[in-house]
């Protein structure tokens, strides 16, 4: 018998995913911390943040944002922000997602609650639906708590004007959230949540729709990033149609008598899952549920924090402004 024939086989990389995360043959998993878009960080001060711990067991953390100095002598509304990523990459600490909740802070004049969840492919789908959930009950320990964080006391930040986003896989958590949570999310007392705002939310299914495709192969989320996240981060041996990612496919149960809180969907039209989307909103909208549908011209995927330019992020926060000056007081 040769040497050759000895030699243990070298392991390989078997899946690639944006150069960030590598599967090789002997399952092994390398991840890198660098971010997949280069965007420098503008932060000028006029807002705080910090990290906090939110889930021991897991070492989960979150980040929040406030206002240096606020321009109105109210409670802050809080507004929660869970970053997108295909399940498989995307950290509160990217300069795109920390920019993004800057903004957010001052614009709105809020509180901005940004959480991390669990990765796939080394946790898969439920765990970072159950880590959205678990984001929401830490605002509820706090609020009933007496000695919460400084930055959540009652006197600082109101817990009955909550709204929570998320982009592209975060809206998806934010999807189920407003499922499992209804309407008046009763479950949160004395937390009371007024909103769900979902960009560019990262559905799938097993049946192409035509903006899946016909997208060229070069946009930011094309199809075989698309695959390469769901098969990362499906549970072994499921399709795209599961429950959890296709919300009206054959195993999906009916939403049809579910009651929700208003949800506000925005899609950039270049986006391959656009259809998709807008069949999730007309369904909904059937079905008598309080939807609301903005499309941006010429924006592919999650636009909403990638997009520099000033037109683009002022027209996408005044949506986002309108929408919750809406159900602010309701």
């Known amino acids: 018998m040769s040497n050759t024939d000895n030699a243990t086989t070298v392991p390989y990389v078997v899946e690639d995913c944006r150069g960030r995360l590598q599967l090789y043959s002997d399952g092994s998993i390398v991840r890198s911390s660098q971010p997949v878009a280069d965007i420098p960080l503008h932060d000028d001060a006029s807002v705080l943040w910090k990290d906090v711990l939110f889930d021991p067991v897991h070492n989960l953390h979150l980040r929040l944002y406030k206002p240096s100095s606020s321009s109105t002598n109210s409670k802050l509304p809080i507004y929660y922000f869970i970053h997108g990523g295909g399940f498989c990459?995307?950290?509160?600490?990217?300069?795109?997602?920390?920019?993004?909740?800057?903004?957010?802070?001052?614009?709105?004049?809020?509180?901005?609650?940004?959480p991390d969840y669990w990765l796939a492919p080394e946790n898969r789908l439920p765990a970072a639906i159950e880590d959205g959930f678990s984001t929401v009950k830490w605002l509820q320990t706090q609020a009933v708590s007496d000695n919460p964080d400084s930055w959540l006391t009652a006197q600082g930040v109101d817990f009955r004007r909550v709204f929570i986003s998320g982009d592209?896989?975060?809206?998806?958590?934010?999807?189920?959230?407003?499922?499992?949570?209804?309407?008046?999310?009763?479950?949160?007392?004395?937390?009371?949540?007024?909103?769900?705002i979902l960009t560019n939310p990262f559905?799938?299914?097993t049946v192409r729709t035509r903006s899946e495709a016909e997208g060229p192969a070069e946009s930011f989320l094309n199809l075989e990033h698309i695959d390469m996240y769901w098969s990362l981060s499906l549970p072994v041996g499921e399709t795209a149609d599961h429950p959890l990612v296709n919300p009206f496919g054959p195993a999906s149960p009916s939403l049809e008598s579910v009651a929700l809180e208003p949800i506000l969907v925005v899609v950039g039209d270049k986006d391959l899952l656009r259809d998709r989307i807008e069949d999730y909103v007309r369904s909904l909208k059937e079905w008598g549920k309080d939807i609301q549908f903005v499309e941006f011209e010429g924006e592919q995927h999650s636009f909403i924090t990638l997009n520099q330019q000033p037109a683009v992020a002022n027209k996408s926060m005044q949506i986002i402004k309108d929408f919750i000056a809406k159900y602010n007081s309701v």
């Open 203 to 205: 559905f799938g299914g």
């Open 89 to 114: 990459l995307g950290s509160r600490t990217w300069p795109n997602f920390h920019n993004y909740c800057l903004r957010l802070s001052s614009e709105l004049q809020a509180l901005i609650i940004s």
């Open 168 to 196: 592209s896989a975060g809206g998806d958590i934010v999807h189920h959230l407003a499922v499992r949570l209804g309407a008046g999310s009763l479950a949160m007392e004395p937390v009371q949540i007024r909103g769900y």
